[in-house]
């Protein structure tokens, strides 16, 4: 298969991947298990390069956009944000799992630092500007907490499953 061919294979599949994980699971844990979702997009940049993350982000934010009519946009724009966080904070910490095998710490700040951002940011939104829930303050710790662990336990996964087993594929 020509390389471009392959890295675009790989974009859509992942996306596919993303998008079953936000469809399968019932709202509000769809918030807060999220795990395969940002491993998936940390698996993006790391495989794809550079801007990796978004591209897979935008396949997931599309598809969950036209299952999810009525907030289709909104999904979609959370998607697309939750991608260009991860690939701004891999790059924000120099992350180049090509040159270096310690990514572990930085991967996992990476990852939970960009969870974090965009559940707030998710719940600022739903919550407040456009009132689509009611304000549920232990609701809503609970979905920050265990949201931002899963990002923690996504980017020490990426970094388990790209040194033992991806770091030697070429896309």
């Known amino acids: 298969m020509p390389f471009k061919t392959k890295k675009v294979t790989l974009r859509i599949l992942l996306g596919v991947l993303i998008f079953l994980s936000k469809v399968l699971v019932p709202f509000p844990l769809d918030k807060m298990f999220i795990a395969l979702h940002a491993l ?3 698996l993006g ?7 990796g993350a978004t591209y897979v982000a935008t396949v997931g934010g599309v598809l969950t956009a036209i299952w999810k009519r009525a907030l289709g946009p ?5 998607a697309l944000l939750y991608g260009l966080l991860i690939d ?3 790059v924000l910490f ?3 799992p090509a040159e270096d095998k310690k990514i572990t710490t930085r991967l996992v700040a990476a990852t939970t630092i960009s969870t974090a951002i965009i559940g ?3 719940l600022y939104v739903t919550v407040f500007i456009f009132k689509l829930i009611q304000r549920n303050p232990i609701l809503e710790a609970t979905m920050l907490v265990v949201g931002s662990f899963n990002g923690a336990v996504a980017g020490y ?14 896309f």
Do not use: D, E, P, T
Request: glycine share 6%; aromatic share 14%; hydrophobic share 60%.
């Open 120 to 122: 707030l940011l998710g």
């Open 157 to 170: 996964s990426a970094s388990i499953l790209w040194n033992k087993y991806l770091k030697n594929i070429k």
């Open 45 to 51: 940049n790391l495989l794809i390069g550079r801007l």
């Open 88 to 90: 701004s904070f891999i």
């Open 74 to 78: 909104f999904s979609f724009v959370i």
């Open 40 to 42: 998936l997009l940390v």
């Open 94 to 96: 120099k992350i180049n």
